[in-house]
């Protein structure tokens, strides 16, 4: 396994946006499926968005449609999470994932972890 850094998290106000960053000490995360998911304390770790490897297909959970948008930079061998619109109900520890695939977004699917970032939405 390869280690996996997210950042970018933060305090931001009710309205206001963030971009999540995964990095991978890995030469290329090309092959892999990547998963942002993110948990509140006494919750279950839920799937936000993910991406797929060469095809690149897209999830978003119903919550985030509209508001997140995931992608790769494969020069920077990043993936990011824009997070747009962001409310007080996006507050949580917003993790990525690699997975050599997907089909629901869950975490189950993922096998390799980064430490996570916290992100705190203020009304």
């Known amino acids: 396994q390869f280690q996996l850094v997210e950042s970018g998290g933060g305090l931001v106000q009710s309205g206001g946006s963030l971009r999540l960053s995964c990095r991978a000490s890995?030469?290329?995360?090309?092959?892999?499926?990547i998963g942002w998911f993110r948990q509140v304390p006494g919750k279950e770790r839920e799937g936000v968005s993910c991406i797929g490897s060469t095809e690149g297909s897209t999830y978003y959970a119903d919550s985030v449609k509209g508001r997140f948008t995931i992608s790769r930079d494969k020069a920077k061998n990043t993936v990011y999470l824009q997070m747009n619109s962001l409310g007080p109900e996006d507050t949580a520890v917003y993790y990525c994932a690699t997975a050599w695939g997907y089909y629901y977004c869950l975490p189950d699917e993922f096998a390799n972890w980064g430490q996570g970032t916290r992100v705190t939405v203020s009304s």
């Open positions: 890995v030469d290329t995360l090309d092959y892999y499926a």
